[in-house]
């Protein structure tokens, strides 16, 4: 990561998560707006080539949990059945980290922006946290989107509010 990008500020971890649900709930819109999010974030911080070619990964992973999602599980928008936990954690969620990370890490070798220097545990490391994150993250939004209620148990916010204290302990300690 050399000229650019610092560590801290590139591993927007639960970013993907984020457009993993708004593309499961929204569709094409919503990874048009995954899309466009990201340039503008990345923008912030590297030249509008480099941040449309981010941009572009971070649309093709909320495509990527969209459709594979919906192909094994076509109406669910929610996790709420042990076949759509066990599709989300063991098949759609690790492909979907795996080619998001793949792609960002050629489009930063491609730039020059990684060294060749241990790019495998990197690779491996970024992998696990994005997987981390997705799942403390996804499932959580997911639940958040599909209650059509404005008030929520004390039980339901204690729960909420451990899960984000997590998502920022682990965003935290990965950087």
Same mark, same amino acid.
């Given at each position: 990561?050399?000229?650019?990008?610092?560590?801290?500020?590139? /591993?927007?971890?639960?970013?993907?998560? !984020?457009?993993?649900?708004?593309?499961?709930?929204?569709?094409? *819109?919503?990874?048009?707006?995954?899309?466009?999010?990201?340039?503008?974030? #990345? $923008? @912030?911080?590297?030249?509008?080539?480099? *941040?449309?070619?981010?941009?572009? *990964?971070?649309?093709?992973?909320?495509?990527?949990?969209?459709?594979?999602?919906?192909?094994? #599980?076509?109406?669910?928008?929610?996790?709420?059945?042990?076949?759509?936990?066990?599709? /989300?954690?063991?098949?759609?969620?690790?492909?979907?980290?795996?080619? #998001?990370?793949?792609?960002?890490?050629?489009?930063?070798? #491609?730039?020059? @922006?990684?060294?060749?220097?241990?790019?495998?545990?990197? +690779?491996? +490391?970024?992998?696990?946290?994005?997987? $981390?994150?997705?799942?403390?993250?996804?499932?959580?939004?997911?639940?958040?989107?599909?209650?059509?209620? +404005?008030? /929520?148990?004390?039980?339901?916010?204690?729960?909420?509010?451990? !899960?984000?204290?997590? +998502?920022?302990?682990?965003?935290?300690?990965?950087?």
């Amino acid at each position: 990561m050399l000229p650019y990008i610092l560590p801290a500020e590139f /591993f927007e971890l639960s970013a993907i998560a !984020i457009a993993a649900v708004v593309a499961v709930r929204y569709g094409w *819109s919503g990874i048009l707006g995954t899309i466009l999010g990201s340039l503008f974030y #990345h $923008l @912030l911080y590297v030249p509008l080539q480099i *941040s449309l070619a981010l941009a572009l *990964s971070a649309g093709l992973a909320s495509f990527l949990f969209s459709y594979l999602f919906r192909l094994f #599980h076509p109406p669910v928008v929610i996790i709420n059945q042990v076949s759509a936990v066990a599709t /989300f954690a063991f098949v759609v969620t690790p492909i979907v980290c795996a080619a #998001h990370t793949v792609a960002t890490t050629l489009i930063l070798q #491609h730039y020059n @922006l990684m060294a060749w220097d241990g790019l495998a545990q990197r +690779m491996l +490391m970024w992998w696990f946290d994005e997987l $981390l994150i997705a799942y403390l993250t996804v499932p959580l939004l997911l639940s958040l989107l599909s209650y059509q209620k +404005m008030y /929520f148990y004390a039980q339901e916010k204690a729960e909420a509010a451990a !899960i984000f204290l997590g +998502m920022g302990a682990v965003s935290w300690l990965a950087m």
